[in-house]
């Protein structure tokens, strides 16, 4: 990944909706050269999902729940699919630590939280144990990667 790849990149993930011509002016290239390159940024799998980003609050899932979860690993493949496959989970981690997982959650209050965990999550055989942290607020929230520029030597 060179500088315009970076540029390119980096712009369209903050303004997934901009024309042609504005992500070739940011990257300092062409129009036809900058589809090229960001053709081939979502050839390569860079680029893997063009999306819009709604707002929690306005659709109803105001509440962010981290739940942080211990696992057998009798079951513990079949359990991190199924969790997987629900809409309420935002993101599922392997975590080091005293806990085997980190999963974030948006529900629309805690009575849905509390069905959700009592009904989906507990029941798992490999679910060992839950512990739930609730976000009272979000400072920030993205899905913004930084890219990072390589280090050279001499430079």
Same mark, same amino acid.
């Given at each position: 990944?060179?500088?315009?790849?970076?540029?390119?990149?980096?712009?369209?993930?903050?303004?997934?909706?901009?024309?042609?011509?504005?992500?070739?002016?940011?990257?300092?290239?062409? =129009?036809?050269? %900058?589809?090229? !390159?960001?053709?081939?940024?979502?050839?390569?799998? @860079? $680029?893997?999902?063009?999306?819009? +980003? *709604?707002?929690?609050?306005?659709?109803?899932?105001?509440?962010?729940?981290?739940?942080?979860?211990?696992?057998?690993?009798?079951?513990?493949?079949?359990?991190?699919?199924?969790?997987?496959?629900?809409?309420?989970?935002?993101?599922?981690?392997?975590?080091?630590?005293?806990?085997?997982?980190?999963?974030? =959650?948006?529900? %629309?209050?805690? !009575?849905?939280?509390?069905?959700?965990?009592?009904? @989906? $999550?507990?029941?798992?055989?490999? +679910? *060992?144990?839950?512990?739930?942290?609730?976000?009272?607020?979000?400072?920030?929230?993205?899905?913004?990667?930084?890219?990072?520029?390589?280090?050279?030597?001499?430079?």
């Amino acid at each position: 990944m060179d500088e315009v790849d970076r540029k390119i990149s980096d712009f369209v993930q903050r303004n997934g909706r901009a024309s042609n011509a504005e992500i070739a002016e940011v990257a300092g290239v062409s =129009v036809s050269t %900058a589809n090229e !390159r960001l053709r081939r940024l979502a050839g390569t799998g @860079v $680029v893997s999902q063009w999306r819009g +980003v *709604l707002d929690p609050q306005r659709v109803g899932a105001g509440l962010c729940v981290f739940v942080m979860i211990d696992m057998a690993y009798d079951g513990e493949e079949q359990a991190c699919e199924r969790l997987c496959q629900c809409d309420e989970v935002q993101e599922l981690h392997h975590i080091s630590g005293p806990h085997s997982y980190l999963m974030k =959650v948006r529900v %629309a209050d805690t !009575r849905a939280l509390q069905d959700f965990i009592q009904t @989906v $999550v507990k029941p798992m055989k490999a +679910v *060992l144990k839950t512990e739930t942290l609730v976000s009272l607020s979000t400072q920030k929230e993205t899905s913004v990667v930084s890219i990072p520029v390589p280090y050279m030597a001499g430079g």
